[in-house]
């Protein structure tokens, strides 16, 4: 399996596996104890990792976010917390969320041997969110299976950052990236973009054209193993993210 082959298989598990602790209900839970909604905890739990930045400057880290649902979400989580506080929450969550759902995954050691290198071969450059969040060191006594979260919100944002600077390329608004996804209109509603939407035909294609751009920027870090490794590591993350997707929600 080549590096670009093993980008592109992994990215549907990577995306669901590294993005779930923020939509889990137990992480929602806690950001209402902060006086923070689910929505500018959807916000703030990816952008606070910038620090005490403008709004303008969370929304064009983001990229898929509409500027005002933001601005919305991102002022009145500060009001109530300082980014830095937002930030450390987040990736304690990330860390429960971990042991809630990663835990019981019995090889979740090799999940962390094949991923860790990696994440630390990856090229930041023009990813904000990932060099940001990857500048936040895990805990020293954190759990296996914490780490093992932390390092696959890692490759979600590291993926997220490659898609977003591919779909750019294509000539691709981020209202059209999403647009042109699975949700289509209602992706483009729940991630603040209001209509009228420009007809969805033309822009499958781009889309279709930038995810094999994007895949190329993931393969680089891919690089560093083996093509068994690679082809391990894409097993290992499809049956973790079957698992998570099957398990019973974690009572609080």
């Not at 109530?80 to 971990?98: D, F, I, K, L, M």
């Not at 996804?181 to 822009?203: Q, R």
């Not at 680089?220 to 973790?240: H, I, Y």
């Amino acid at each position: 399996m080549t590096p670009e082959q093993a980008a592109g298989a992994a990215r549907p598990s990577v995306l669901q596996l590294g993005g779930a602790f923020i939509e889990c209900p137990r992480t929602l839970r806690r950001a209402r104890q902060m006086g923070i909604s689910g929505w500018a905890f959807f916000v703030t739990g990816r952008g606070a990792v910038l620090g005490d930045v403008r709004t303008e400057t969370v929304a064009a880290a983001i990229g898929i976010l509409a500027p005002d649902a933001v601005a919305d979400g991102w002022e009145s989580a500060v009001r109530v917390a300082s980014p830095c506080q937002v930030a450390e929450v987040a990736r304690a969550e990330c860390c429960r969320w971990g042991i809630d759902y990663l835990a019981g995954f019995p090889p979740v050691g090799r999940l962390i041997e094949l991923v860790e290198p990696v994440v630390a071969a990856a090229d930041v450059t023009g990813m904000p969110l990932f060099a940001a969040w990857r500048g936040m060191p895990v805990p020293a006594d954190a759990a296996p299976a914490s780490r093992a979260a932390v390092l696959l919100h890692l490759l979600f944002e590291y993926y997220s950052g490659a898609s977003l600077m591919a779909a750019r390329a294509a000539g691709m608004s981020p209202m059209e990236i999403i647009l042109a996804g699975p949700e289509g209109e209602s992706g483009a509603v729940a991630y603040g973009w209001s209509p009228p939407y420009p007809p969805v035909g033309p822009l499958v294609r781009r889309r279709l054209w930038a995810e094999s751009v994007g895949d190329r920027i993931v393969a680089q870090a891919f690089g560093v193993l083996t093509a068994a490794q690679r082809s391990e590591l894409v097993n290992l993350l499809g049956t973790a993210s079957t698992g998570v997707r099957m398990a019973p929600p974690v009572p609080d």
